[in-house]
Structures are given as C-alpha cells and as structure tokens.
C-alpha cells in the first residue's frame, strides 16, 4: 500500500512541477541565473569565434525570394534631412571622425553575397556592400584601452554593443547597398552595421553614431535577455 | 519472492531522470523558440514537409514565456544535458556495462524474435539478458539521437563559424529541421518506454529508482 501511494505521490509531484514550470522565463529568482549561463554562453561564443573565419559565401542567383525587414519605431525610421546626415565616430579614438556618407562610400568597398540568421530562427540570402568597419577604425585610431563598441541609431534609441574582435573581423561593414542596390529605409537607410558572423539583433540600422568604450555597452534587446554576444 | 537484485548503478538511475527532465524542459523551450518562425526554410521559401508547419503549439506546452525566456532555458539547459550525457556515456564505457546495451549486428536474429513474442506468433519470451534485443535497439538509438539533438543544437547555433558541422546536415534551415525531428522521436520513445514499462515489467520502474529489482525478468547475464 505505502509503495503504491510513494509512487502515484512521487509521479504526481513530478507532473505538477513540470507543469507550473510552462511559461515561465524563471521568475526573479532563476532569470538571473539564466542570465548568468547566458554570459557563460558568449564566453563560451568568443572562444569559438575566429577573427579569421570568413562566412560562406553564395551566388546572387541564391538570393532569398523575401527579406523580411525589422525596426522598432512604429513607422519605418526615415531622414527629414537625409544630406544632413552624419555618422559620428567617437570614444576611446585618437582622432573623432564626423562622416558623410559620400566620405564612407570613398572607402574600398566590400560585396558579398550572405545568409542572414534571425534569432528567431529565419534565415535569408542576401548580397550586401558597404565600408569594412576595420577601416573606419584604422582611419579613427583605436586607443588601446577600448575593447567594446557601442552602434547607436535614429530607431527609436535602438543601439548593440560589440566586442571589439567581432567589430573588427574584415567582414563586419558599414552597409549602403543591399542586393546590389542603394540601402532601402526598410533595410537601415542611409547607413547600416552588417556581419556575416552576428545575430540580425546585432546589426544596428539607421546608424548615427558609432562609440570605441572601455566598458560593455549591452543593447536594446541583450537589455532585454537576448543573448548579448548573439554570434553564429 | 526472491529477493531483490542489484539493477541498476546511481549514475545510470541519475542520469535516467535528470534527461527525463531534462528532455521535457528542452523541448517545451524549444517549442518556444519554435514558435518565433515555425516554419522551415529559407525566408520566401520552398519550406520543408513539416505536420507543424506554422502551427502555433498551446502556451502549456512551452517554456520562457517569449523568444528570449525560451532561448535562455534551452541553452542553459544544454549544459547539464551535454554533462549529464557524457558521464552516463564515461559509466557505460568504463563498467563494461555498454556490452548489455549497445545493439550489435548479432542481436538482430533475436531482435525478430522478440517481435515475434510481442506479436504473438511465439509463445514462450526469449531470453531475456539485462536487455532484450529490442530493448538494446531502442536504448541505443535514444543514446544516438541525444547524440543527433545536441550536434545539430550546435549546427545551428554556430552556423558561421562551424559551418563544416552545419554543412553535414544540410544547412542552417535543415539543422533546425532534423533538431526537431528529434523532437517528436524523444516523444514518441517516451511514450512506448512508459506504456511498456506499465504493461511488460511494472517492476522495472521501482528498480530505476531504488537500483534493486524483485520482478519477473531477473537478469540471466552476470
């Protein structure tokens, strides 16, 4: 008798844990422990990344039919003055640079043609040209105490650290094109953050300013528990 | 009665319910991250043959709350499934004991034997060892497809930087499809094992938690 009910006991108990579990993010007492293995995770995430490592590469002909395109503004973010417009470069730098897009243009371009992956579980072809941020950085000069970069846009506030290493990969660009044409408002017009290697969430569109920091800037959804190195 | 029988070793006992849990909080997570893009291929298609093709699976059935509480979960869960994978897979090869569980080509005769006996067509139960032949075949395959679960787990994860890993599976799009393949054959492997648990050797489920069996299939194998 007593083994019959230890067992319905243990089995029901079981069942109801699993079950008050389903739709929880872990509350106050376990989320931040998530958030902790989330920090191990982009430990983990940088010591798989290589600096080297440049992303498969596709023909334009394998360009994804859609290209679904994200901004959290309640219309698509656009200029009032698009000639106006200037990417500060500023922080930790030897030199501050204030840019027009004609001067960012001037540099050598990039073009490769990508998979895209979304967090959330999407992924789409596309072929994009732009100035590799490594250039920009060069030209700027890096002050040696700096080891994030903070990509800040006219979105609504939206802006995403990076580790400088990922920031600096000869593939992470400065995008003004997108399948061989000018960069859409849909797409983070006039300039946008572009990188084989990094979560959508990562690419900061609409840039306005980009910031060499000493400290780890987090980012509109890493804030939000996104994970924050978000590398693939 | 005889007397009860040493069964099974703490590790396996451990491991055996912490992947239970384990297992049912990663695919309710994952059922969460699922629902983000339930679908599967590139954006514009042409999508897999998939039963749950944009279906949005009920909120009981997930874990996290939205995207990030689901991803969370999932990839701090992966850790002590990997951990807890891993020693269970050290004990089998250490003690031996993978010798009474691993299906080698010579338990097929005796795996059609036992098809036989469930169906009737044979009277008497073959002999039965720890495991039976199809009970080798079915604890194998679970063991390969954690194995699956977790190699494609990281094929999508690191895509770019393994894309080797990803590549032999088929691409981004097709890791995420045999990941939840994997899914519904952890479900289904579950099911069978409870409901044969019940109808074949109660007892074996006392023996899973204590580590001592007193039931009908008293091992004839050292």
Redesign the interface.
């Known amino acids: 008798m007593s083994?019959k009910v230890g067992?319905r006991s243990?089995i029901l108990s079981?069942a109801a844990a699993?079950?008050s579990?389903?739709?929880?993010?872990?509350g106050r007492t376990l989320?931040p422990?998530?958030?902790g293995?989330?920090r191990f995770?982009d430990w983990v995430?940088q010591l798989?990344?290589?600096s080297e490592?440049s992303?498969?590469k596709y023909d334009p002909s394998q360009r994804?039919?859609?290209?679904?395109a994200y901004h959290i503004s309640a219309m698509t973010p656009t200029l009032e003055d698009p000639a106006a417009w200037r990417l500060e470069v500023g922080g930790l730098v030897r030199t501050p640079l204030n840019l027009a897009l004609d001067e960012i243009r001037s540099f050598e371009p990039l073009t490769y043609t990508v998979?895209h992956?979304?967090?959330?579980?999407?992924?789409?072809?596309a072929t994009w040209t732009g100035t590799p941020f490594r250039a920009v950085a060069e030209r700027t000069g890096v002050l040696p105490e700096a080891r994030y970069v903070r990509f800040d846009s006219f979105d609504a506030g939206y802006y995403s650290g990076w580790d400088l290493e990922s920031a600096l990969h000869p593939e992470t660009i400065l995008a003004y094109a997108f399948n061989s044409q000018e960069l859409r408002p849909d797409h983070g017009a006039p300039l946008r953050l572009y990188a084989?290697?990094k979560l959508g969430y990562k690419m900061t569109k609409y840039l306005t300013r980009i910031t060499f920091t000493a400290e780890r800037p987090g980012g509109y959804?890493e804030d939000?528990?996104?994970?924050w190195f978000g590398?693939? | 009665m005889d007397k009860p029988v040493g069964r099974h070793h703490w590790i396996v006992r451990v491991t055996h319910w912490a992947a239970f849990i384990l297992i049912f909080a990663m695919v309710a997570s994952g059922l969460q991250i699922y629902r983000a893009y339930p679908r599967f291929g590139e954006r514009g298609g042409p999508y897999f043959a998939n039963f749950f093709h944009n279906v949005a699976f009920p909120e009981w059935s997930r874990l996290g709350g939205w995207l990030a509480g689901g991803i969370n979960w999932h990839f701090f869960l992966m850790w002590p499934f990997v951990g807890l994978g891993l020693l269970y897979l050290a004990y089998l090869a250490l003690s031996g004991e993978w010798k009474k569980l691993v299906f080698r080509p010579r338990d097929a005769r005796p795996a059609f034997e036992m098809v036989k006996y469930y169906l009737r067509i044979r009277k008497d139960h073959p002999p039965q060892g720890k495991h039976n032949a199809l009970q080798k075949a079915a604890y194998t395959l679970i063991v390969l497809l954690g194995m699956l679960s977790v190699l494609t787990g990281i094929a999508m994860w690191k895509p770019v930087q393994l894309a080797w890993l990803t590549g032999l599976f088929g691409g981004f799009q097709a890791a995420r499809y045999w990941h939840f393949w994997a899914v519904w054959l952890f479900v289904m492997f579950t099911l069978v094992h409870v409901v044969l648990v019940f109808l074949v050797d109660p007892a074996s489920l006392r023996a899973m938690i204590t580590g001592r069996y007193r039931g009908r299939y008293v091992s004839d194998e050292p």
């Open positions: 083994r067992r243990f079981a699993l079950l579990a389903c739709g929880w993010d872990g989320r422990v998530l958030g293995f989330s995770n995430s798989v990344f290589s490592r992303a498969p994804s039919r859609s290209f679904p998979k992956h979304c967090v959330e579980g999407w992924s789409a072809i084989p290697h959804w939000q528990g996104y994970p590398g693939v």
